[in-house]
Structure formats: structure tokens, C-alpha cells
């Protein structure tokens, strides 16, 4: 059965610095592509970042120069870094899977989802 686990959310102060994490199952991080995805209240749900089994990135124009998306395939653990925190970032932070082929930074394509950690960041 597919597991993403995520961790690191929190709340912030604008201008800092968070981590996020997510933990998969077998080898799910090293064999699909994988997206960071968030939702802000009231907001639909949008692509952070994403990167592909290779390791190629792309970004949403509003966390480029920002945020980095990594991974560790030995840990099977994706990672978002975000620096540069701002009050819109806030919101409900998701990783997810999607076949190593159809790798594009939108909700559709990505059939296995994490649960999600929370991300506040206070002005």
C-alpha cells in the first residue's frame, strides 16, 4: 500500500525559514515523479514544485528563487525547503506521487496523496 507521510509544518514568522518533509513507502520517492502541492482556505489547491524521477524541477512563478524541492531516493524522503517566507504562503502543504511519465505541475495527474501538514506564516 502507497504511504506519504509528511512532517515539518509549523508556524513562522515572514521572512523565515521552514522544512518540509515527506516520508514514502517502498520506493514510491525514487520511482515517480514527485510534487509539493498546497491549499490555502477557500483557495483551490495549487503546484508548488515539482521534480522528476530524474530529478528535473519546476517551480510556481510565485516560490521561484524561494523554495527547493530535493529529494533523497536512498531515504525514500521528498523535501521543500522554503526560505523567504511570506503570509501567502500559509496554508495546507501536500506531497504527491504521480507515474514517472506524466510529470507536470497539476492535481490531475498525481494519484497518490499525502494527508498534509499545515504551514502558517504570520506577517
Known amino acids: 500500500q502507497v504511504q506519504l507521510v509528511e512532517s515539518g509544518g509549523g508556524s513562522v514568522q515572514a521572512g523565515g525559514s521552514m522544512r518540509l518533509s515527506c516520508a514514502g513507502s517502498g520506493s514510491i520517492i525514487g520511482s515517480n515523479c514527485m510534487a509539493w502541492f498546497r491549499q490555502a482556505p477557500g483557495k483551490e489547491r495549487e503546484g508548488v514544485a515539482v521534480i522528476s524521477r530524474a530529478g528535473s524541477t519546476t517551480y510556481a512563478d510565485s516560490v521561484k528563487g524561494r523554495f527547493s524541492i530535493s529529494k533523497d531516493n536512498g531515504e525514500n524522503t521528498l523535501y521543500l525547503q522554503m526560505n523567504t517566507l511570506k503570509p501567502e504562503d500559509t496554508g495546507m502543504y501536500y506531497c504527491?506521487?504521480?507515474?514517472?511519465?506524466?510529470?507536470?505541475?497539476?492535481?490531475?495527474?498525481?494519484?497518490?496523496w499525502g494527508q498534509g501538514t499545515q504551514v502558517t506564516v504570520s506577517s
Open positions: 504527491a506521487a504521480a507515474l514517472p511519465h506524466f510529470c507536470y505541475l497539476a492535481a490531475s495527474y498525481f494519484g497518490w
